[in-house]
T-cell receptor, first 106, second 115 residues
Framework: GDSVTQMEGPVTLSEEAFLTINCTYTATGYPSLFWYVQYPGEGLQLLLKATKADDKGSNKGFEATYRKETTSFHLEKGSVQVSDSAVYFCALGAGFGAGTRLTVKP | EAQVTQNPRYLITVTGKKLTVTCSQNMNHEYMSWYRQDPGLGLRQIYYSMNVEVTDKGDVPEGYKVSRKEKRNFPLILESPSPNQTSLYFC??????????????FGPGTRLTVL
């Protein structure tokens, strides 16, 4: 069945550092892949998505590329801000990764 | 405003006392789902519904019931709660196909403690 494996954390970075959170998937067919973000005390909200192989999803400076050859959908951001502190979830269908807690320090 | 609402947001109860967590969406979505979030485990699907009167088990359905009598509402029922159901619960909806293709929209969460 569909599943994702996500790099767990927590991850602590200084402001303006480069971020990568790894996510690999197992799936039948060609589902869409998602990254959701959860800010403290809130529900999850969509950060970005990609609907087919080689698609790049992007939003708020975050990017992830749907790579079929490596079955990966890694999340990246070139320069993180304190306001990016949150928990990030990779998702495929009803399958979610365990979440990666990111803390960005000034 | 398009949204998914859940009530209550916080609930402390005792073992065996039946409770219902309500969920409502105003986006005319066909697909609705319940998840629980536990530390280190991410989100796990409890039940989902593809449309009115159509519900199915997710990965962790034991101890839960749901119903979908109207398109907008999808309540989660715990007939006899136990301490291992202490968790953070999220309701979600999506347009039609569920999370395999459609973006899911999440409620704010219900933090349940069963003593």
């Amino acid at each position: 069945g569909d599943s994702v494996t996500q790099m767990e954390g927590p991850v602590t970075l200084s402001e303006e550092a480069f971020l990568t959170i790894n996510c690999t998937y197992t799936a039948t067919g060609y589902p869409s892949l998602f990254w959701y973000v959860q800010y403290p005390g809130e529900g999850l909200q969509l950060l970005l998505k990609a609907t087919k192989a080689d698609d790049k999803g992007s939003n708020k400076g975050f990017e992830a590329t749907y790579r079929k050859e490596t079955t990966s959908f890694h999340l990246e951001k070139g320069s993180v801000q304190v306001s990016d502190s949150a928990v990030y979830f990779c998702a495929l269908g009803a399958g979610f990764g365990a979440g990666t807690r990111l803390t960005v320090k000034p | 405003e398009a949204q998914v609402t859940q009530n209550p947001r916080y609930l402390i109860t005792v073992t065996g006392k039946k409770l219902t967590v309500t969920c409502s969406q105003n986006m005319n979505h066909e697909y609705m789902s319940w998840y629980r979030q536990d530390p280190g485990l991410g989100l796990r699907q409890i039940y989902y519904s593809m449309n009115v009167e159509v519900t199915d088990k997710g990965d962790v359905p034991e101890g839960y019931k749901v119903s979908r009598k109207e398109k907008r509402n999808f309540p989660l029922i715990l007939e006899s709660p136990s301490p291992n159901q202490t968790s953070l619960y999220f309701c979600a909806s999506s347009l039609r196909l569920g999370g395999r293709a459609d973006t899911q929209y999440f409620g704010p969460g219900t933090r349940l403690t069963v003593l």
